[in-house]
Antibody, heavy 116, light 113 residues
């Protein structure tokens, strides 16, 4: 059974940082691209970033470029999102999703709240 | 960026009746080399992550009831629920995966009339 479990969210002040993690199981993690998608409270979905199966390519939405870094450790079956210089409009549930050019499995998400 | 626009924003349908949600992309999401539309539909219930319903505009995912169907090509797409069930109450999103950033529609909230 495919499972994706996010962690690392929390309350952080504007300008602060967090490292989000996603633990994957039930599939060969190293064979798949992986994505982060976020959803602000009561709002729609926004794709944030994705990373190639070997980490060799990474792409970001413009609004996070230079502030967020996606990475992975295939030996640990884990995906990460380093989020820096956080702003109030980064407040959202962050989901990781398996990315095979469509997002077929999602985790339950981790909430990041940016507030002073 | 490709802008995805759904209509309507909300929809109330009686149990057993048909529900239709439309999605329009600002540019074609049809890849000419393989004749595939890079368009998915998701269902999201409160407190849950999105669930993939339809890929390639019209391919139902495994386990998705056959009352759900997708159609359309190029820039205009439709999600149809042929006979609405109570468990179909949710927000529905279309998404293009033709080119980054992979954008979603704003969502359509489906309720029971």
């Amino acid at each position: 059974e495919v499972q994706l479990v996010e962690s690392g969210g929390g309350l952080v002040q504007p300008g602060g940082s967090l490292r989000l993690s996603c633990a994957a199981s039930g599939f060969t993690f190293s064979n798949y691209w992986m994505s982060w998608v976020r959803q602000a409270p009561g709002k729609g979905l926004e794709w944030v970033a994705h990373i190639r199966h070997d980490g060799g390519e990474r792409y970001y939405v413009d609004s996070v470029e230079g502030r967020f870094t996606i990475s992975r450790d295939n030996a640990k079956n884990s995906l990460y999102l380093q989020v820096n210089a956080l702003r109030a409009d980064d407040t959202a549930v962050y989901y990781c999703a398996r990315d095979r050019r469509l997002w077929d499995f999602w985790g339950q998400g981790t909430l990041v709240t940016v507030s002073s | 960026d490709i802008v995805m626009t759904q209509s309507p924003d909300s929809l109330a349908v009686s149990l057993g009746e048909r529900a239709t949600i439309n999605c329009k992309s600002s540019q074609s999401v049809l890849w000419s080399s393989n004749n595939k539309n890079y368009l998915t539909w998701f269902q999201q219930k409160p407190g849950q992550p999105p669930k993939l319903l339809i890929s390639w505009a019209s391919t139902r995912e495994s386990g998705v009831p056959d009352r759900f169907s997708g159609s359309g090509s190029g820039t205009d797409f439709t999600l149809t629920i042929s006979s609405l069930q109570a468990e179909d109450v949710a927000v529905y999103y279309c998404q293009q995966y033709y080119s980054a950033p992979y954008t979603f529609g704003q969502g359509t909230k489906l309720e029971i009339k």
